[in-house]
Nanobody
Framework: VQLQASGGGLVQAGGSLRLSCAAS????????MRWYRQPPGKQRELVAT???????YYADSVKGRFTISRDNAKNTVYLQMNSLKPEDTAPYYC??????????WGQGTLVTVSS
């Protein structure tokens, strides 16, 4: 199983970025996909979740600014991030759990928001 995250970068406050996570080695369409982040000096936190049926969950801190989506034909999950704030600065990780036991993580893509 591989999760390959991309799309991070440096952006000014108020700007936008779109993260992508391409999955291989799994039946992507039946798996819940998640994005996490770990700001400097803080614990890793769940940012957004999307189920196989398309139901979504967002952390309060990103609600209304971030949108998670998936393209099952491309085995890819996206995180569209708008109105970025300096406190959004962190490496972002995609994640999925198989069979309620096997926890897989992408390598992380760094988002830096300057004020």
């Amino acid at each position: 199983v591989q999760l390959q995250a991309s799309g991070g970068g440096l952006v000014q406050a108020g700007g936008s970025l779109r993260l992508s996570c391409a999955a291989s080695g799994i039946i992507f369409s039946i798996n819940t996909m998640r994005w996490y982040r770990q700001p400097p000096g803080k614990q890793r936190e769940l940012v957004a979740t999307i189920t196989p049926g398309g139901s979504t969950y967002y952390a309060d801190s990103v609600k209304g600014r971030f949108t998670i989506s998936r393209d099952n034909a491309k085995n890819t999950v996206y995180l569209q991030m708008n109105s970025l704030k300096p406190e959004d600065t962190a490496p972002y990780y995609c994640n999925t759990i198989l069979n309620d036991l096997e926890d897989y993580w992408g390598q992380g893509t760094l988002v830096t928001v300057s004020s």
